[in-house]
Structure formats: C-alpha cells, structure tokens
C-alpha cells in the first residue's frame, strides 16, 4: 500500500470528524446535522482522490449512519433502490442486446451517415438534442436515453473505452451538460420548477406562470447554450473528427443486411419505453403507476423474454450483468444518499437560514449569493429539495427588504439548474 494511499485514507475520516465536532453550533444546531456536512466532506475527497473504489465510496452514508444515527436509516437505504437508479438499470438492460444483435452497429452508422463524422458538429448535436429534451422530460431521462445511442456509436468507431477515450467522454459530457441546462427552459424540465411555480402562484399578478416562465428563460437558455458548447468545443480543432468519412459509413449502412426479428425487438423495446417516458402526461391519469423508471423496467423484462430466428434466447442474466455499469449506478445512488442526509437532519435549513441572516439588500449582491448557495446546495442534495428549502428563503429575504420578490425567486432556479 502505498504512502500517498495511507494519507488519502485517513484524511476522509478526519474530514468527518472535523466536520462533526469542529463546524459551528450556531449555524449547524445539531449534531447529526454537522455529521451529514462531515459524510458529504468524506466522500467527496474519497471521490477525488480514489483511495478505493468510486462505488465503494458510495456505500459510505449506510455505514456512517449505522454508527452515527444521523436520520432513519430506511431514508437512506431506498436511495439504491430509487426510482432514478431504476430507471438507469432498466435504459441499461435494454441495450444490452444492441451489442448481441449488432443493432448497436447499424444506429452507429446511421447516426454518422446523417450527422457526419466531424467532431464539432457531433458535439452541437447532441448538446442541442440532449437540451430540447430535458426541457421538457426529467434530466435523468434524458440522460438515460440518449446516453445508449452515443455510447453505440462509440463502440462502432473504436471508442468504446469511454473513461480513456478524450472523444467518448467529451461527448458524454456534452450530453450530461445539455440535460442539466434544457431542464431551465420550461416549468416542466424538472420537479424543482414545479416547486418554484407553487411559490410564485400565490403572489399577485403572475397566473399565467408557465408562459411567463419561458418568457423570462429562454434569454438565459439560449447564452448558456451557446456559452456550453463555445466551452465544449474550445479544444476541438475544425477538421477534427470521428474516424472514417460520411461517404464511408452511408456505404457501411447501405451494406448491412435487413435488420433482423430480434434487433427491431431490441429497438422497438427502447423505443416504447422512451415514449412512455416523453409522453407520461397523457396516460398518468389512466395508469398512475407507471412512471418512466418502470417503464423501463417493464421492457428490461422483456427483453429477456425474447428468441432470435433460430428459437435462441438473445440474453441472459449471466451476460447482461456483465455489461450493465454497476459501479456508476451506485456512485449515483450514493449522491442519492448524501442528499438525503443533508436534508432530513436539517443541514440545509441550517444553510438557508445562515443566509437569510447575512443582510442583505437586494441588486448584484443578492442575485450572486442565491446563484452560490443554491449551486453549492444543489451538489449535495437533491435539486427538489434544494429548491423547497431555497425559494421560501429567497422570497422572506426579498420581501424582508421591500423588494418585489419575482425576480429574485426565478433566480434561484438557475443556480439549481447549473448544479
């Protein structure tokens, strides 16, 4: 083991313990409140500095809250097992036959036939994509779609190894990027907005929320779409691509044979399950159960059922496992649960409340420490939490000081947004 290890080690504990018994009483009235602050501080360092595993790492909020008991233990627990985490299993077992069937192939040459190879134009697509969509359907969702299409085009060029592949995370990247700014373009790109519309709608003057919401927005979104992929593409020469030529993968596709009964099975599951996910709101009425994260599930199930030409079964648990990123999907679950101890032992009331009594008095000043303290809020617990404990903050900070409220509390949601 070696040196630079052992300290790595040993500072994530001492970080905790800081944390703990250190961190002002004044601000961090209890105990299992500073205990939370100390597990985000632990993880984030083991996080950074890879002393084990990243999913090891994510198991931390269960071990630390069996010996702390910062907050009921079943809170933490449903974490792994979330409607989000099922969400990524089930997008990631459904494209596990891509690969089988060789659908993977056959989209990746599509996709670069129609957009071209150039590297520039790969990114602004799917940034632009990945945004339209999230402004509208939950970020993870987007994610949780778009993410397999990419990665089969990866896997088709030779850039499969994403985590040391400079072209495959940069395009990943992108796509996690666009589905955290699009949701900031209408009420409906996340649950957080909803939230905020709930506190706007009592004020005067401001029924018609949902079209003065995009009203108000779409200046923002369009600069900071612009400025993502000016950032994205900084280090990306123009004639940069790929591999290949257009030309090259327009004959690849036209040579491929008919697609076959068990590649339009393998599409035609990611296909319903997307749609159900983008169209939620027609049928939530009629089946209220079936969220977008189970509608996944559901396809994933069947997936399993299926038989190619030759009565074979397409897959197996014993090599879909293998090909699901379980490690990513507890790094998730994990900041899941750091989330949930930060709010249910109050930390980031405490955090709110520290800065309700800073003083302020509106202008620059203000717009600034609501865009910090919601980013930095946002990184540790959830965007819908931070938003239920920042926006009733933000609108007794403002009306505290005889200001109109409005445009302070549409504000916060940027910070949310950018988390």
């Not at 029924?207 to 900084?234: D, E, G, T």
């Not at 990306?236 to 099975?265: I, T």
């Not at 997307?274 to 939620?280: C, G, P, S």
């Amino acid at each position: 083991m070696g040196k630079e290890r052992i300290i790595n080690l040993l500072v994530g504990p001492v970080l905790f313990l800081l944390c703990a018994f250190l961190l002002p009483e004044g601000i961090f009235g209890t105990f299992a409140a500073r205990a939370a602050v100390g597990t985000i501080a632990w993880m984030a360092y083991w996080w950074i500095t890879a002393p084990v595993d990243y999913a090891v790492t994510a198991f931390l909020p269960i071990a630390l809250n069996a010996i702390v008991q910062m907050t009921d233990m079943s809170a933490i627990i449903s974490n792994y097992a979330s409607e989000t985490i099922m969400l990524l299993l089930g997008a990631s077992i459904i494209t596990v036959p891509w690969e089988e069937t060789g659908l993977d192939k056959r989209i990746a040459a599509r996709f670069l036939g129609l957009i071209g190879d150039n590297l520039r134009s790969q990114i602004i697509f799917w940034f632009v994509l990945s945004a339209l969509l999230s402004s509208v359907l939950p970020n993870a969702v987007v994610c949780a779609t778009m993410t397999p299409i990419a990665v089969a085009m990866l896997n088709y060029i030779g850039e499969g190894d994403i985590g040391n592949s400079r072209i495959g995370s940069k395009l990943l990247l992108t796509i996690a990027y666009a589905a955290g700014l699009g949701g900031i373009a209408t009420p409906l790109g996340g649950a957080m907005h909803l939230v905020t519309v709930d506190y706007i709608k009592p004020i005067p003057g401001e029924a018609y929320i949902y079209m003065h919401w995009i009203v108000r927005f779409m200046p923002i979104f369009n600069v900071m779409m612009i400025l993502h992929i000016l950032f994205m593409l900084r280090d990306v020469k123009k004639d940069e691509s790929l591999g290949g030529s257009r030309e090259f993968f327009v004959k690849e596709y036209k040579a491929m044979p008919p697609m076959k009964f068990e590649e339009k099975w393998s599409l035609a599951l990611f296909i319903i399950a997307t749609v159900l996910a983008f169209t939620r709101q027609a049928y939530q009425d009629l089946l209220p159960g079936l969220k977008p994260a189970y509608a996944f599930i559901i396809c994933g199930i069947i997936a399993f059922l299926m038989v190619d030409s030759e009565g074979k079964r397409v897959m197996l648990w014993k090599s879909a496992q293998k090909k699901i990123i379980w490690e990513l999907i507890y790094i998730f679950a994990g900041g899941l649960a750091a989330g949930t101890l930060i709010s249910e032992t109050g930390a980031a009331q405490s955090i709110g409340d520290a800065v309700a009594r800073m003083g302020l008095t509106g202008g620059l000043v203000t717009v600034l420490v609501i865009i910090t303290v919601t980013l930095i809020m946002s990184d540790v617990t959830s965007n819908t939490a931070t938003a239920a404990v920042a926006i009733p903050i933000v609108i007794s900070i403002v009306q505290g000081i005889g200001l109109n409220p409005i445009p302070y509390i549409y504000i916060a949601p940027i910070g949310v947004n950018l988390s």
